[in-house]
């Protein structure tokens, strides 16, 4: 049915291949290297068994999900101002939130360590209760929090913005005090569109590289060790935990996808 | 009850300006006005949701300007509901007794009194996306009702319905008023409803107040331009049914019979479209049973179209063309016939 429609329609045709290359261009790059490990599953074993790889691994979720959990509590009031309110200043503030998504991660990297660094007050005010950002959990953090807000704070706007603000006046004449309306009525109604940003989020988080490996070589991170032991071992020795960072990552957004998605027909 | 003293609100692209109303205890109070005219905003104003730039408002003698919305006691019930889609009916219902920390008897009882006098028990575990709309303007009035406000404030109640369900949540609001004794504010563009509920109505245009009265004083009396041609999108009269031994219903009016399509009899209003008024100069022959002579007393200029004014007595306004007020060559103190069917004749109470 839908293939005799396809040939039917020209334009249909058309846009149906061009798409299919660039899908066969994703697809086809994760799917060979998954396979071709599957070939030498002994050496994947072995990845998995390899302590460092676990620990790389496990450090990348759990830094991820802490910058994400840090980025909820500070961007969902932000996202809530930005969707409710109109004040002067308004579209050079949300232009400047999305900056990290186009600066290189390199240089977010060099301009987090010049602020978090030992040698500027915020890094010295840190430092002094003993928080350092140099080659440390907390580096890794910033780095991972800094460019990934963006995706939770654009998906929350969304998503308040879509809540009709005269539910919020209703709540207010029923009674409810301005934090009461958000929760009970703002918050639940926007929570998918929050949820969803959470998990870009997090998924940013365990995928940033550039940023990180400028503030934090060591706690090492997977995709730092990716590219160590590429440098050092070669292409045979970063493969495997390559496709394992994959997996994980593949398998970790899926549940959650699934998870945030449930009921979404109603 | 509620006095509204000198208010301005500047909301940038609109502005309410310098309105002032008194709205008695228990009263059925109307804000009447075209789209656009600011009466929503005059509402939520009330409710406490902008910001007033100055003046003040009053509630039963105490100033309530800076008052919290959540403090004023005053419900808001929206044209199209605005219900809380992610929760049931029933709590829906009890949101504003959860948020007033009512005790579980007391929200039991007055669950149970809201449901009944509204007749929606067989809703309480629906979701609001499955309740037609009639359904939901009963829930949303259920809903602003339950927390015992002493006004509540309806926003173009009626717009959203077929004519049926507006037949029976009209007839809803009026019981409720009568029942609850509440003072209640209802915002309106349409003349029939204003005319059917208000005790009083207020007359707002362009941010600000033009007239405030009783419906007779409004329609029979308008105090300005802007509410006469307001007025003059309906002919409305208040007159005597009849029924004729020839079988016939008239609306008798100023001494006029017209022949109407209903079967009733006592005092009524009756309403006609200008557009369903045909003038000529000689009398016409048609299926139409109405056909008076008249002249005409008055012109109001709309661009394409002119209202004409003809006195039978009573007076009518009538829509036409320019073209054929030019063709025909009609004037003020022309003699004219109008000519209307009976089916044209709304009756209403």
């Given at each position: 049915?839908?293939l ?29 290297m ?20 676990t ?56 301009a ?12 010295k ?41 005269r ?25 998918r ?5 959470n ?6 988080g ?9 503030l ?20 045979n ?20 996808r ?9 | 009850?509620?006095?509204?003293k ?56 105490k ?10 006691r ?27 920390k ?16 509204l ?55 009026r ?37 405030v009265?009783?419906?007779?004083e409004v ?72 056909c ?5 007393t ?36 022309k003699?004219?016939?109008i ?11």
């Amino acid at each position: 049915m839908f293939l005799r429609k396809l040939i039917n329609n020209r334009m249909a045709l058309t846009f149906f291949l061009l798409g299919l290359l660039i899908f066969l261009f994703i697809v086809i790059p994760l799917a060979k290297m998954i396979f071709s490990s599957v070939s030498e599953a002994e050496i994947l074993w072995q990845t998995i068994l390899d302590p460092e790889v676990t620990g790389a691994i496990g450090l990348t979720l759990y830094a991820a999900l802490i910058a994400t959990l840090v980025g909820f509590l500070l961007g969902v009031p932000l996202a809530y101002l930005l969707a409710r309110h109109n004040f002067p200043g308004k579209r050079l503030i949300e232009g400047l939130i999305d900056v990290p998504i186009v600066v290189p991660h390199t240089a977010a990297g060099i301009a987090l360590l010049f602020v978090f660094g030992q040698r500027f007050f915020m890094g010295k005010a840190f430092q002094a209760i003993g928080i350092g950002f140099v080659d440390s959990m907390a580096g890794i953090i910033i780095a991972m929090l800094f460019v990934s807000i963006p995706f939770l704070i654009d998906s929350a706007k969304e998503g308040f913005k879509k809540v009709d603000v005269r539910l919020e006046k209703v709540a207010r004449t029923l009674g409810a005090s301005p934090w009461q309306a958000f929760f009970r009525v703002s918050f639940p109604l926007a929570w998918r569109s929050i949820l969803a940003g959470n998990i870009m989020m997090w998924a940013r988080g365990i995928s940033e590289f550039g940023a990180v490996i400028i503030l934090a070589y060591h706690p090492m991170i997977a995709p730092v060790l990716v590219y160590e032991r590429f440098e050092t071992y070669g292409l045979n020795y970063a493969r495997p935990i390559a496709v394992l960072l994959i997996l994980v990552s593949v398998l970790v957004f899926i549940v959650l996808r699934t998870i945030a998605y449930r009921g979404d027909k109603s | 009850m509620i006095e509204v003293k000198n208010l301005y609100v500047d909301l940038g692209e609109f502005i309410l300006e310098d309105i002032s109303l008194d709205i008695e205890d228990g009263e059925y109070f109307i804000i009447l006005g075209p789209t656009g005219a600011g009466k929503t905003v005059l509402l939520e104003s009330i409710a406490g949701l902008y910001p007033t730039k100055s003046g003040e408002i009053w509630l039963r003698g105490k100033e309530v300007t800076r008052v919290e919305p959540e403090k004023r006691r005053i419900s808001i019930v929206y044209q199209d509901h605005v219900l809380f889609p992610h929760l049931s009916v029933k709590d829906n219902l009890t949101f504003g007794l959860r948020m007033h920390k009512t005790g579980a008897d007391a929200k039991k009882d007055r669950l149970n009194w809201v449901t009944e006098l509204l007749g929606i028990g067989s809703l309480l575990h629906r979701r609001p996306d499955t309740l037609s709309g009639g359904e939901k303007q009963k829930v949303a009035l259920g809903r602003a009702i339950i927390t015992q406000p002493e006004v509540l404030l309806v926003d173009e109640p009626l717009s959203a319905l077929d004519p049926e369900t507006r037949e029976s949540v009209q007839k809803e609001l009026r019981q409720l008023h009568k029942a609850l004794g509440i003072t209640i504010l209802h915002v309106t563009h349409d003349f029939e409803e204003a005319i059917s509920l208000g005790n009083r109505i207020a007359v707002i245009g362009e941010g600000r107040l033009m007239q405030v009265g009783t419906p007779e004083e409004v329609f029979r009396h308008p105090n300005s331009e802007f509410v006469a041609r307001f007025a003059m999108t309906r002919n409305i009269f208040v007159g005597r049914a009849e029924r004729k031994p020839s079988g016939d219903t008239v609306f008798k009016v100023d001494g006029t019979e017209f022949i109407i399509a209903y079967d009733a009899d006592g005092t009524h209003h009756a309403s006609i479209r200008p557009e369903d008024i045909l003038i000529s100069s000689e009398p016409i022959r048609s299926s139409a049973r109405n056909c008076f002579p008249g002249t005409i007393t008055h012109v109001v200029d709309k661009g394409s179209t002119l209202y004409v004014t003809v006195s039978i007595p009573p007076e009518l306004s009538c829509l036409v063309t320019r073209h054929s007020f030019q063709e025909m060559e009609l004037h003020e103190g022309k003699r004219v016939y109008i000519t209307f069917k009976a089916s044209s004749v709304h009756l209403f109470d």
